[in-house]
C-alpha cells in the first residue's frame, strides 16, 4: 500500500481557503490548480529517468529525462479543474478522458463516456480527481486502466475520506495515493465531511 497525505505549509494555507464556503468560483479554481502543482510534483518525484546530454552554451551536459509514458486520466467532470495544471508539468503527457456520474439515489458512480483505447497502453496513469468520497468513481476508473494493462497507476485528489481512502487501500494496493487531506466522514448523502462541496460545481458554478 502507497499512501501519500501531503503534509505541506503550503497546502494546508490554500486548502483552508478552498473550503470556505465564501471563496467564489475564480479563486476556487486557481486553489485547484495551486494544491495540484504541489500533489504533481509529489507523485511525480520518483518517476524512473534515462540520461540524456544536451549542449549548453557552454559546454555538454549530462541530464535526465523522464523514461515512462504517462497518460493524465481525469474523471470528469471536476477532473477538467486540475488537468491544465498537471500538463505544465507533464507537457509529454496523454489525456485520456472518463465521464462518471454520480447517481444521486444509490451514490454509486454512472459512466457516460469513456475514451480509453483498448490497445498500446501507457507505462503511467496518473487519475486527477479532485474528492475521493465513497471510491465508487475512481475504482471504475482503475479497473478500465488495469484492464487496459497499464502499469503503473497514481491517483491524485485534493480531498478524500476516510472510508474512501480504506475501500481503495484494501482492493487496490498497488495504486499510489496522493491527496492532501483525508477527512473522517460522510454523510447520509455521501458528501465528504467537513469536505468543500460539489468541487465541480463550485469550480464551473452551475
Known amino acids: 500500500m502507497s499512501i501519500h497525505i501531503l503534509d505541506h505549509a503550503l497546502a494546508k494555507h490554500h486548502i483552508t ?6 471563496t467564489e468560483a475564480d479563486q476556487f479554481r486557481r486553489l485547484l490548480r495551486r ?10 518525484k520518483n518517476l524512473a529517468s534515462d540520461s540524456y546530454e544536451v549542449e549548453t552554451p557552454l559546454a555538454l551536459f549530462q541530464g ?11 474523471i470528469l467532470r471536476a477532473g477538467l479543474s486540475m488537468v491544465d495544471t498537471a500538463l505544465d508539468l507533464l507537457p509529454f503527457a496523454e489525456v485520456w478522458h472518463l465521464g462518471m ?7 454509486h458512480p454512472v459512466e457516460y463516456y469513456s475514451k480509453i483505447p483498448k490497445t498500446d497502453p501507457i507505462d503511467v496513469a496518473i487519475i486527477l ?25 497514481y491517483l491524485l485528489s485534493i480531498i478524500a475520506s476516510q472510508p474512501g ?13 496522493f491527496i492532501c487531506d483525508v477527512d473522517s466522514s ?6 465528504i465531511v467537513p469536505g468543500l462541496g460539489d468541487a465541480g460545481d463550485r469550480a464551473f458554478q452551475t
Open 101 to 107: 456520474y454520480r447517481d444521486e439515489a444509490t451514490a
Open 17 to 22: 481557503t478552498l473550503r470556505d464556503k465564501k
Open 35 to 44: 494544491l495540484t502543482t504541489l500533489l504533481v510534483a509529489e507523485a511525480t
Open 64 to 74: 535526465k529525462q523522464i523514461s515512462h509514458s504517462i497518460g493524465l486520466v481525469p
Open 129 to 153: 480527481d479532485p474528492m475521493l468520497a465513497t471510491g465508487g468513481s475512481a475504482s471504475a476508473v482503475i479497473d478500465k486502466l488495469n484492464a487496459w494493462g497499464v502499469q503503473h497507476l
Open 186 to 191: 460522510l454523510n447520509d448523502k455521501k458528501f
Open 165 to 177: 481512502v480504506d475501500a481503495l487501500c484494501k482492493n487496490y494496493p498497488d495504486v499510489h495515493y
